[in-house]
């Protein structure tokens, strides 16, 4: 029988998961040809939604000032998503320019959260511990 997750845990599982996808973002890019255009996207968009799908949900595990960051991440995302086609290779997402504008905001925002560090992924914290 599994165990149910509390919601606080929940919120730090997906505050981590967040930091893995800054570090694709804050590779610019790299980041871009290690995880090709749609992963690039996604991997953020699968924990931060698209301007359209509603935004940023309530997380108990993120910072204010790391939310305001958060923002201004998926703000600049989403324009580069929507400025894009959606079946593009790597070069071509790269030769748009916007893997290097992405990427000193994405460098801020991981740089705030790994002030804080991770959290666990199997205890409650009220604060990281890794």
């Keep these: 029988?599994?165990?149910?997750?509390?919601?606080?845990?929940?919120d730090q599982r997906i505050?981590?998961?967040?930091?893995e996808?800054?570090?694709t973002l804050a590779d610019g890019d790299e980041g871009?040809?290690?995880?090709?255009p749609a992963e690039y996207f996604e991997?953020?968009?699968?924990?931060?939604p698209h301007r359209g799908d509603g935004g940023m949900r309530s997380n108990s595990a993120i910072s204010p000032d790391e939310e305001a960051l958060l923002r201004q991440v998926s703000g600049i995302l989403d324009d580069a998503c929507d400025a894009t086609p959606g079946n593009m290779t790597a070069?071509?997402?790269?030769?748009?320019?916007?893997?290097?504008?992405?990427q000193p905001i994405a460098c801020k925002?991981?740089?705030l959260m790994r002030v804080r560090g991770r959290f666990s992924e199997e205890n409650?914290?009220?604060a990281p511990s890794g």
């Excluded at 505050?15 to 930091?19: C, F, G, K, L, T």
């Excluded at 991997?43 to 931060?48: A, G, R």
């Design 1 to 10: 029988m599994e165990e149910q997750l509390s919601d606080r845990l929940i």
């Design 15 to 19: 505050r981590n998961r967040i930091m």
């Design 21 to 23: 996808a800054l570090e």
């Design 32 to 36: 871009v040809r290690r995880e090709w």
């Design 43 to 48: 991997s953020f968009y699968d924990w931060v």
């Design 91 to 102: 070069d071509e997402l790269i030769a748009t320019g916007w893997p290097k504008r992405i």
């Design 109 to 111: 925002a991981l740089n």
């Design 124 to 126: 409650e914290e009220e």
